[in-house]
């Protein structure tokens, strides 16, 4: 079964359509002269130019002890043996020559692809797009605190590289919601607490006979419905945290930072070290950063301490500075700009990248 919805993943990003485990069915690519064997049946596409889901080209009986994938174009030959190499034919196809030598390190050797099984070619294609996906970045220039490039060992304006897998992922805001909800509740003191009747000071005798009186019975001059009587079903001392999961926090956290750079809101710095931690000067470095935006409102992150420098910064409004192990996804939307330094965005990648223990062994 898992070698069955892989072959259909792979053939559906290659243009084909599965059909009750023939084949392929319907082509809307034309991928050059060749020929493609695939559960048993195989094709040949040496005119192939059909492009409303007709099928443009001989289909005849080809090997039916294993799958064979085969496609000749006219720069290169590559035969598919397994799963591994089938993927490696469609990227090459669809233009993905960039991966190719990152595919063709975890290629298995010829002797033990006849022995792996269909799990573990699975996580083999898995472990290839995975790796693929952290290589592909984004590059921006790094700046001074005066907003002028920083020139690199060359002397050309330095940049730096931002991994899609980290800084590109696509904005949710249902992930940023439940963050956001789970990091207020868990800062909330919830330190409220109120008396019941039986905290109240005073009300331990009844305060008139049961009968005769004309009056409505009571019992104590402290239950709820008098005046200084206790309270009924108020607030009590407890925590109203919440547990979320660790991939959960880490997705919120890469989304806010994601939707910084795709607002056109974040700048990398060489280092935020300024001549003096006084107010004046760092306002001046703000104010050149931020020039232009409709407001002063960043938040820094650094890897050195930043208690002096948050002595300069506490004064201004709608500023402030984190080290890197402090960024929170509240702290991030809470400001207009991010501005990281090199240092914070590798320390930043890295934690993201961290493998996620889990709490419990699952069975």
């Known amino acids: 079964m898992a070698m069955m919805m892989l072959r259909r993943r792979l053939l559906a990003g290659m243009g084909g359509e599965w059909r009750s485990g023939l ?10 002269n060749g020929f493609m064997t695939v559960g048993g049946i195989e094709r040949d596409f040496t005119s192939l130019s059909s492009s409303s889901g007709t099928s443009g080209g001989q289909m005849r009986h ?20 397994n799963p591994f190499d089938m993927m490696m034919m469609m ?16 290629k298995p050797s010829s002797s033990s692809s006849s022995s792996i ?11 290839m797009m995975e ?8 590059r921006v220039p790094v700046y001074d605190l005066n907003k002028q490039p920083v020139s690199g060992a060359d ?26 909800r789970w990091q207020l509740a868990k800062r909330q003191q919830g330190t409220h607490v109120t ?14 006979q049961q009968k005769g009186s004309g009056r409505a019975r009571q019992g104590t001059i402290r239950a709820p419905q008098w005046r200084g009587g206790g309270v009924v079903h108020g607030p009590v001392l407890r925590s109203h945290a919440h547990s979320l999961q660790k991939r959960v926090r880490r997705l919120g956290l890469k989304c806010a930072v994601s939707a910084k750079i795709a607002e056109g809101r974040f700048l990398v710095v060489d280092a935020l070290q300024p001549e003096d931690a006084k107010t004046a000067t760092m306002k001046g470095h703000v104010g050149k950063l931020l020039e232009g935006a409709p407001r002063e409102s960043v938040l820094f992150v650094d890897t050195t301490p930043v208690d ?27 400001r207009d700009f991010l501005i990281l330094t090199k240092d914070a965005v590798d320390e930043f990648i890295n934690r993201m990248r961290r493998p996620i223990r889990p709490c419990s062994r699952t069975p």
């Open 23 to 32: 084949g392929v069915a319907s082509r809307d690519r034309s991928f050059g």
């Open 62 to 81: 080809g090997e039916v002890g294993g799958v064979t994938n085969r496609v000749t174009s006219s720069s290169s030959t590559l035969t598919a043996q």
């Open 91 to 106: 990227m090459m196809m669809r233009g993905g020559q960039r991966c190719m030598s990152t595919m063709t390190d975890l």
């Open 117 to 127: 099984g269909a799990e573990q070619q699975a996580a083999m294609v898995s472990s």
């Open 131 to 138: 790796s693929a996906a952290e290589h592909a970045s984004s």
């Open 155 to 180: 002397g050309a304006p330095a940049h730096i590289d931002l991994p899609d897998d980290v800084f590109a992922e696509p904005v949710r805001v249902d992930i940023l919601h439940r963050v956001v």
């Open 195 to 208: 008396k019941t009747r039986s905290d109240v000071r005073g009300g331990g005798r009844k305060p008139w």
């Open 308 to 334: 002096e420098l948050r002595l300069g910064i506490r004064n201004i409004p709608w500023v402030d500075v984190l080290p890197v192990g402090g960024m929170n996804v509240y702290s991030i939307l809470q």
